[in-house]
């Protein structure tokens, strides 16, 4: 959210390309509406740059592709393979367990 937490239609065209993942036509609009109302303006710009990644959206298409979307404490996003993600968590849970007995 924005620094004032104040919402205006900028903030419900952000929302469009999120949530409308299934309603490839909606997102794609959502898309050219930001790039319209942020060209030349200079306070919606301001808006967006303000704003500060709460969470990440994991779509059934990238679960499907097998990449995993992850968000850092800074809010830097990454990607990775679900397989190798996997993997890890089995080898800390053995490390843990063996710690614990």
Not at 19 to 27: D, G, I, P, Q, V
């Amino acid at each position: 959210t924005a620094g004032n937490d104040t919402r205006n239609a900028l903030h419900v065209l952000l929302t469009c390309t999120t949530y409308a993942t299934s309603c490839f036509t909606l997102r794609e609009w959502g898309v050219i509406a930001i790039r319209n109302a942020l060209q030349d303006n200079s306070r919606n710009q301001a808006t967006v740059a303000e704003l500060v990644a709460q969470d990440p959206v994991q779509s059934a298409d990238l679960e499907h592709a097998g990449i995993r979307v992850k968000l850092d404490s800074k809010g830097k996003v990454s990607l990775s393979k679900i397989d190798e993600e996997q993997e890890k968590i089995v080898e800390v849970v053995d490390e843990d367990d063996c710690e614990d007995t």
